[in-house]
């Protein structure tokens, strides 16, 4: 608790943080938390897990008065996100007794209205909170601190101009804080014209290189499926993370690993808040082990012990990328990142390791029992076409792929077609080597 104590807290937020058994600050809450004690303005380069939320909201909390109406705004790109950083939020302002809450859709509108009355901190997605301040449900004229939270994430799914939107209601004499695992042209953008002389920040990576043993498999589009249930169910132990691309591929996913006898929940952007914080409750508990899931709605989640991150689909960059394998070998732990490729996505997948400047071990197929798979008219994914969509970089690309590429999507569980784009964007818009046996700790 001694470098705590340095960092001129409140001894009201002292208790709070001795209460919560912290030991240390973290090195983002070191670096930060002073800064933003001193009125600065801060752009921290901090991966998810790194303790950032406690780093901006220690020093709003010791600088906030309860019942002066909404003096703090945070943005966060999910509804998890901001129920993460609400919940952080009141666990460590219980002593100054502010009222916290959380915005976001999914929910009705009513409660909400009624909670922003009393709100002290705010903590909300950008479309729900433009939402109530059209209907003039949510006054920002009292915002003396804006944090911008997993900035990178917000802008990747669309929501600059609704950032800017809600960032040009609040009043100008205020210190803003953002946060993002990459520093984008964009997010120069938005400090350059939001933000007043930030100061940088930047923690170590959490992840340790040594610790993370990434492998790859060449494996066909039909087999995909037969390969996972095979590599999770030789698992002795472990904790799996497994990335689709899509909401219909993470249903579909879910669905036949259970229907194969292994306990897997999907989480993505179409279910109902309900649902998701079921979801996710079950897996931080461990009575799930699998958590088959889209990049929207794992980004930002601090899910800790993660032994196994599968790419089912491969992620649409080296940003991702890196993002889903940093889920893993973390606190001095060993994790494994599992990327499938398919005929057809070598030059995606090497253009990934050239942007992650990552190498990966090429892994021989083993042999494993072809496996049936439930796929119901409904599921089947329509041809992928590249020319008038756009590429990873939102740009339009008119150039057709040769008819054996088109193949390889239009036979795709889980591959990357147009549809499947769409299907992403709609998304952002909303918010392993032991021998075979029947010991595996994911069955049923």
């Given at each position: ?89 009141r666990v460590f302002s219980r ?9 976001y859709g999914g929910v009705g ?106 492998i790859y498999y060449d494996v ?225």
């Amino acid at each position: 608790m001694d470098k705590f104590k340095h960092l001129n807290l409140s001894k009201e937020m002292l208790e709070s943080i001795k209460h919560a058994r912290f030991e240390a600050p973290s090195a983002i809450q070191e670096k930060t938390i002073p800064l933003v004690l001193e009125g600065k303005d801060v752009i921290g380069n901090s991966e998810t897990g790194s303790g950032k939320t406690l780093a901006f909201a220690a020093g709003i909390i010791d600088m906030s008065k309860r019942g002066a109406g909404i003096q703090s705004l945070v943005l966060t790109p999910t509804r998890e996100l901001a129920e993460q950083v609400a919940q952080v939020f009141r666990v460590f302002s219980r002593k100054q007794g502010l009222k916290v809450k959380q915005i976001y859709g999914g929910v009705g509108m009513d409660g909400q209205i009624h909670d922003l009355r009393s709100a002290d901190i705010v903590v909300g997605t950008p479309g729900r909170l433009l939402d109530h301040l059209k209907r003039r449900t949510l006054n920002l004229s009292k915002i003396k601190y804006l944090v911008l939270d997993e900035a990178d994430r917000m802008l990747d799914m669309g929501f600059i101009r609704d950032v800017e939107s809600i960032v040009k209601l609040c009043p100008t004499n205020r210190q803003t804080l953002l946060f993002s695992a990459t520093i984008s042209k964009d997010i120069d953008y938005l400090a350059k014209k939001y933000m007043k002389s930030p100061v940088r920040v930047s923690a170590g990576e959490k992840v340790d290189p040594s610790k993370l043993y990434q492998i790859y498999y060449d494996v066909q589009q039909e087999m995909k499926f037969s390969l996972l249930a095979f590599l999770l169910k030789r698992e002795k132990e472990g904790v799996v993370m497994v990335f689709c691309n899509t909401r219909r591929n993470t249903d579909k996913l879910s669905r036949n690993l259970n229907a194969n006898g292994l306990h897997a929940q999907a989480i993505h952007g179409g279910l109902s808040q309900n649902k998701r914080s079921g979801v996710l409750k079950a897996f931080h508990s461990r009575e799930t082990l699998i958590l088959v899931c889209t990049d929207v709605a794992a980004r930002g989640l601090d899910i800790k012990d993660v032994s196994h991150v599968y790419n089912y689909d491969l992620p649409n960059g080296g940003s991702d990328y890196i993002h889903r394998i940093g889920r893993t070998a973390r606190a001095g732990k060993n994790g494994i990142a599992i990327s499938f490729v398919s005929s057809g996505f070598n030059g995606e997948f090497r253009q990934i390791l050239k942007e992650a400047k990552v190498n990966i071990e090429k892994h021989a197929l083993p042999k494993f029992d072809i496996l049936a798979v439930s796929t119901s008219s409904s599921d089947r994914e329509r041809p992928f076409r590249r020319g008038g969509g756009q590429n990873r970089n939102g740009e339009r690309n008119n150039r057709r792929p040769s008819s054996e590429r088109s193949d390889d999507r239009r036979r795709s569980f889980g591959g990357g077609n147009s549809s499947g784009r769409r299907e992403q964007r709609r998304e952002n818009r909303d918010s392993g080597r032991n021998k075979f046996d029947n010991s595996s700790r994911f069955r049923r």
